[in-house]
């Protein structure tokens, strides 16, 4: 009880403006008290505005007060000094450079408890009471301190950025609205964050299903290191114990296969292991990915939320993208076998098959390359949401669809200037990058399914910006019944079943790029082996009065 009387008295014989005891108090026409100093320093401010105002209750005084010490309250404050009460608050209520300081607060500022959207300005315990008991402002929007309010307000018009223009992909104010954003595609920031969130969800569900399977796959790689090195060991123990018995040039080749089998062991181990760590990395990062949209996704503020989500939603493919095939436990075995050929016919057969033995080592082989005879099934295995990129859509195609969809027109439409936008051909680029195993597919009426990379020309020169007429991008393209594929300005025909459907494979380490065509079967139309060195876009490029889509595959 006596502890909070003395919080008391300290609240009562407080300044309102430096929040600690008083310090030659004086009191103004008002009644309200104050610390000498801070209420010369809070009218020095006003001297320019010619009138003199209450820091509490706003009263004003013209002309200006003259400061007259209160005789009582400053032997009041002496004696409840004298009691053993401090001076000032513990440290810990003020704030430091980690924290966000309370906008009102003059001389040492305290730590704000909340921060307004709609003022915007931060506020400490004290200050912040006039937004729980004044009716105007209990309907401001107060959310965690924050030192990022000044990112809120439109630097043009000065105001609080409530909308998103998601045209130009910018949080605005209302009257960016009507001014130079009239026409576009604009919605509220709350709005906005709503669809953004559900997207956010959906990509840590991605990352999290990521885990389980990198996790899966850590674990049969353990599996498979165990089951080479007692297959190694097993091989190793029969070979010595059948070399031993053979004379002279026995004893040489035993030596000699026991060293090629521990060294293809260690390289397939190495391999294994090496596998193994950028695994265990990349499910460090996602994991720190998904905490990174975790943090995201409990921010309040809608523009801190759409102004930071661009640079972390995107979700980059696995650089370590594989299949891990299970094969019955054998290794070394046909290395024994060999050996046990060796024994039986002696030196003459020793020279004959040694080569055999060296082979018969160096072809253990853990992870299997992709199976040809892919079914559509495992296609979706790899299969990835897929938009198209505005800022890269020639001014005579029209997205729709999620920007899925896109629609050669006759007229221009009124898109802003880009460096990243076809001036001439009609084709458009995906927002997303892709890199490692990903597989999409395309309802098309005409025009070309293409892949290009970042790099490639934008300008009026036919060569350098055409899907396929140069080095940068391959291209399926359809002129009236034909189809070709095109890169570097070669064509090669292709052949196969018509199909208003395509679906693209592409595997970007191992440098296949497939297509093919789909209905109830999967035909393939053209496949590309080589060697890609930046992530691909997908593109496509339509004809007058034709479309094309980037299907929904989950």
């Known amino acids: 009880m006596a502890q909070k009387e003395v919080q008391l008295d300290r609240e009562t014989f407080s300044c309102a403006i430096c929040l600690d005891l008083l310090k030659d108090p004086v009191t103004i026409p008002c009644g309200h008290s104050y610390c000498k100093n801070c209420m010369k320093d ?7 505005k010619k009138i003199h105002s209450c820091p509490q209750c706003r009263q004003i005084f013209t002309p200006r007060p003259v400061l007259v010490k209160n005789t009582m309250l400053a032997v009041l404050v002496e004696e409840l000094k004298k009691t053993g009460l401090q001076a000032a608050p513990a440290d810990h209520c003020y704030a430091g450079p980690e924290d966000v300081a309370c906008d009102v607060c003059t001389g040492r500022k305290r730590k704000a408890l909340k921060s307004c959207l709609s003022c915007p300005a931060s506020y400490c315990e004290k200050h912040l009471q006039h937004h729980y008991e004044a009716a105007p402002l209990k309907k401001h929007k107060l959310v965690e301190p924050s030192e990022k309010l000044q990112e809120n307000i439109c630097s043009r018009h000065d105001e609080v950025m409530k909308m998103v223009c998601r045209t130009d992909q910018q949080c605005i104010c209302y009257l960016c609205s009507v001014d130079q954003h009239k026409g576009h595609d604009t919605v509220t920031a709350a709005a906005e964050r709503t669809e953004r969130q559900r997207e956010l969800e959906g990509s840590r569900q991605n990352i999290q299903q990521r885990i389980q399977d990198r996790e899966k796959d850590v674990k049969v790689l353990q599996q498979e290191v165990e089951a080479i090195n007692g297959s190694a060991d097993k091989t190793v123990k029969d070979s010595e114990k059948m070399l031993t018995k053979l004379i002279y040039l026995m004893k040489k080749r035993r030596s000699d296969v026991k060293q090629q089998v521990r060294s293809q062991q260690e390289t397939e181990v190495s391999r294994i292991k090496e596998l193994q760590e950028k695994l265990e990395q990349e499910i460090t990062e996602l994991k720190r990915k998904d905490a990174e949209l975790k943090k995201l996704s409990h921010t309040e503020d809608h523009n801190q939320f759409l102004q930071n ?7 980059s493919e696995s650089t370590h993208s594989f299949s891990i095939n299970i094969r019955p436990l054998k290794y070394f075995e046909d290395v024994t076998a060999a050996v046990s050929e060796v024994r039986d016919k ?11 033995i060296s082979l018969t080592v160096t072809e253990v082989d853990v992870l299997l390359s992709q199976p040809e005879n892919m079914t559509r099934v495992d296609f979706l295995k790899y299969s990835c949401e897929i938009t198209l990129d505005p800022n890269t859509a020639n001014t005579h ?7 899925r969809k896109v629609t050669r027109m006759e007229s221009k439409q009124s898109y802003s200037s880009h460096p990243d936008r076809f001036t001439d051909w009609t084709q458009v680029l995906s927002r997303e ?3 490692g195993r990903c597989y999409w597919e395309v309802e098309r009426t005409a025009g070309a399914v293409a892949v290009a990379y970042k790099n490639i020309s934008r300008a009026r020169m036919m060569n350098e910006s055409f899907f396929g007429w140069n080095d940068k991008s391959w291209s399926l393209f359809w ?5 070709d594929f095109w890169y570097n300005n070669i064509h090669t025909p292709v052949s196969g079943p018509e199909s208003s459907r395509v679906g693209v494979y592409l595997d970007h380490s191992a440098g296949i790029l497939s297509f093919y065509s789909v209905s109830d079967t999967m035909t393939l139309l053209h496949k590309v082996q080589t060697t890609f060195t930046q992530p691909l876009y997908a593109g496509l490029h339509v004809y007058p009065g034709t479309t094309a889509e980037l299907c929904k595959l989950k």
Request: charged share 20%.
């Open 479 to 483: 002129n009236n019944d034909s189809c």
């Open 433 to 435: 990058s892709l890199t």
């Open 309 to 315: 989500y661009p640079s972390l939603s995107a979700l």
């Open 397 to 403: 195609l029209i997205l729709s669809e999620g920007n």
């Open 42 to 48: 809070h009218w020095d401010k006003e001297d320019w």
């Open 346 to 356: 002696l030196q003459d057969v020793l020279r004959e098959t040694w080569t055999n």
